[in-house]
């Protein structure tokens, strides 16, 4: 286990909805990485936020967003949902500071769009 | 120019045998991390081994350890002594000390043959 948490594990909905991703980090990580991960594609970096602020994007759809809150949970908005959006999303955290700390991975929310 | 570059797609090795996955990066930073994650198919992302910039000698954890070739920028994960168990996706990421985004590769899949 690796302290970080998400929900919800699975996520099956329609094309053109919106379903919101939780994550909440270890504790005292103050850094939320968000990653797609799809059949065909690789582990793609979307978006880091660190202590509520972005901090680093990636290739995120325009149609996806993110937000970190205080208590240092994050979110992440999926929207106009195509069904090429189908795919293991990832949350990760990491402390800040030095290059040997390593990021901490969710066990993913798997989304299916029909 | 990719950060991280990882060539093999697939990788056949047999049980008790040991196999090199091949891992480069490319970075100016002088100060950075790279480390290799395990994804099974059960899809978490397993924290595997660490190497930073500095490090004077190859990291090891068990059966894994790092062939960490600084000039060439070069950093190879063995598995020694393979197990079933240790087919799944490998990969590499790197951390720059500038930043505080990962980087990640391609993966490379290997499968265990008994």
């Known amino acids: 286990d690796s302290g970080v948490t998400q929900t919800p594990k699975h996520l099956i909905t329609a094309t053109g909805q919106r379903v919101t991703l939780r994550c909440s980090p270890r504790?005292?990580?103050?850094?939320v990485y968000w990653y797609q991960q799809s059949l065909d594609q690789g582990l793609q970096f979307l978006i880091q936020?660190?202590?509520?602020?972005?901090?680093a994007k990636g290739n995120i759809l325009e149609r996806f967003s993110a937000q970190q809150f205080p208590d240092l949970h994050s979110e992440l908005n999926l929207s106009s949902l195509e069904l090429g959006d189908s795919a293991l999303y990832f949350c990760a955290s990491s402390p800040r500071g030095a290059v040997s700390y390593e990021q901490y991975f969710g066990p993913g929310t798997r989304l299916t769009v029909t | 120019a990719q950060k991280i570059t990882q060539t093999q797609p697939g990788m056949f090795v047999q049980e008790k045998e040991a196999v090199t996955l091949d891992c480069t990066y490319d970075?100016?930073?002088?100060?950075?991390?790279l480390f290799w994650y395990k994804q099974p198919s059960s899809g978490e992302m397993i924290f595997l081994i660490y190497?930073?910039?500095?490090?004077?000698q190859n990291a090891t954890e068990g059966r894994y350890s790092l062939n960490f070739q600084k000039a060439r920028k070069s950093a190879n994960l063995v598995i020694s002594a393979s197990q079933l168990g240790d087919s799944a996706m490998y990969f590499c990421a790197m951390r720059e000390g500038t930043g505080n985004q990962f980087y990640f590769g391609t993966g490379t899949s290997l499968t265990v043959i008994p």
């Open positions: 190497q930073g910039s500095y490090d004077q």
């Open positions: 504790s005292g990580d103050l850094s």
């Open positions: 970075t100016s930073d002088p100060s950075y991390g």
């Open positions: 936020y660190y202590n509520g602020e972005e901090r």
